[in-house]
């Protein structure tokens, strides 16, 4: 199957608690339930000041391109708790993971839960030969994250962006093909 489309083809994909699918303007009250609150946001972009601004992230950022880019809904609830994407580089076939998720559900594991979806998504079905995940080194829940889905750490970019007016050093993780099967066996 040609991997520009198993990734379009996947746009749903179905997880034990969770649902990853594609964002709506909709889902815009409950992201900008976490998108308003800096303890959630503190690592990964500027707090949103508005519903409208919520709004305007979803279609510019969400549904321009929304290829990769899931909600993270969750089933009993049906309520959109966080989102998470994936960016391929099909030449180099490599991908990086990136998320969000409301601290009401931080601690429960739905951010392994999807995560571990799309690394099957990247592995079993693009073919990838890696997947790789960043996260700002003051914050290392993510990282554990990172670990729990079997990722190595790898090093660390020293002050590879500027985030909220402040030049931050970069933690990189990555988890190899025969990594991901070899997991998947002990599991």
Request: charged share 30%; with cysteine; aromatic share 12%.
């Amino acid at each position: 199957m040609n991997n520009h489309f198993a990734l379009a083809s996947n746009r749903w994909i179905d997880c034990e608690r969770l649902v990853l699918r594609p964002i709506r303007l909709e889902d815009a009250e409950d992201m900008y339930e976490y998108a308003s609150d800096e303890e959630t946001v503190r690592y990964v972009f500027d707090k949103h000041q508005s519903l409208e601004h919520t709004k305007n992230s979803i279609a510019e950022y969400f549904m321009k391109a929304p290829i990769g880019k899931f909600a993270i809904e969750h089933k009993k609830l049906g309520k959109m708790i966080g989102t998470i994407d994936i960016r391929v580089f099909f030449e180099h076939k490599t991908a990086e993971i990136g998320y969000t998720l409301n601290k009401d559900f931080w601690g429960q594991g739905y951010m392994t839960e999807a995560a571990n979806a799309l690394l099957q998504l990247a592995f079993e079905m693009l073919e990838l030969e890696k997947v790789y995940a960043i996260h700002d080194v003051e914050n290392p829940a993510s990282g554990k994250v990172m670990l729990r889905l079997g990722m190595q750490k790898e090093g660390v970019l020293r002050r590879h962006r500027i985030h909220k007016g402040k030049s931050i050093d970069t933690a990189i993780y990555g988890i190899l093909r025969e990594e991901y099967f070899r997991n998947k066996e002990i599991y």
